[in-house]
């Protein structure tokens, strides 16, 4: 790993200029002044007018309150982060594929195994960049917004939920990883993860008893997200989640080292 440092240079270095990593941000800041928007709706009804789909989005947050609005939050990143950093790890690791840059990377006198690991920490950087764009444009709209029984407490607690949850998604973004570089692009990755989102929405609906069990499922059994009626998150949950992620990058780590990238 003595080349790690160089890697990642290079790696910072073309996600700071991509166009990607400012829309990606601008979209995650957008969301959160969008929720504090909605939970001002829900606050003032008679602003919905006479639109319905406005005012059903908006009554079902419920009270528009600091607690309620720290859930919708939390719930938030445990969806939107999923999707989101499953498309920023899609593009780290597929896009000197889908450029035909591939042989220009692998030519760097560096370890392949260096120019992965550097992609991942590119990958976590960014998504926590992400998450704290999206949890700072929140909370500052929420301030406008007025919303009552604001505490330090309350808002520290709820940060720290949102960091577990955020922490605990991005760990599964190392089989995108993999999927990105066996297909040699961006968009089987891409249809992965949004296939992944529907599957964890069908096992919290119809399966909850596996939730432990389905890695992308366990964030949201931490987070308390899921409902306090099913499964606690037991150790075996972190157990899951811990193998998946692990495996995920010895997978792509493989990958990188052994196939034939030409």
């Not at 008679?46 to 989005?57: C, D, L, N, Q």
């Not at 899609?90 to 594929?97: A, D, K, P, Q």
Request: net charge positive.
């Amino acid at each position: 790993m003595n080349n790690l440092p160089a890697a990642l240079w290079s790696e910072s270095l073309k996600a700071r200029r991509s166009k990607v990593f400012l829309v990606s941000i601008l979209f995650f800041l957008f969301v959160g002044v969008m929720m504090g928007m909605l939970t001002f709706v829900a606050k003032h009804p008679e602003i919905a007018g006479r639109s319905a789909t406005m005012g059903a989005k908006a009554s079902a947050l419920g009270k528009a309150d600091w607690p309620n609005f720290f859930a919708l939050l939390i719930q938030t990143i445990l969806a939107l982060g999923s999707l989101g950093y499953g498309i920023v790890t899609s593009w780290v690791f597929g896009r000197e594929y889908s450029d035909r840059v591939i042989k220009d990377l692998l030519a760097l006198p560096v370890p392949r195994s260096a120019i992965v690991a550097a992609k991942f920490i590119v990958v976590a950087a960014w998504s926590v960049i992400l998450s704290l764009a999206l949890f700072a444009a929140a909370l500052i709209t929420g301030w406008f917004v007025g919303l009552s029984g604001w505490s330090i407490e309350l808002a520290q607690q709820a940060f720290l939920t949102y960091s577990v949850s955020a922490l605990l998604t991005i760990l599964l973004c190392t089989p995108v990883a993999f999927v990105a570089s066996a297909s040699r692009g961006y968009l089987l990755p891409i249809g992965f993860v949004i296939l992944l989102l529907i599957i964890t929405q069908l096992v919290g609906m119809a399966l909850p008893g596996l939730m432990l069990y389905f890695p992308w499922a366990i964030p949201a059994l931490y987070s308390g997200a899921a409902g306090s009626a099913l499964p606690s998150p037991e150790p075996v949950g972190g157990i899951v989640l811990g193998l998946t992620s692990v495996l995920g990058y010895l997978a792509t780590v493989a990958w990188w080292d052994h196939a034939d990238q030409v």
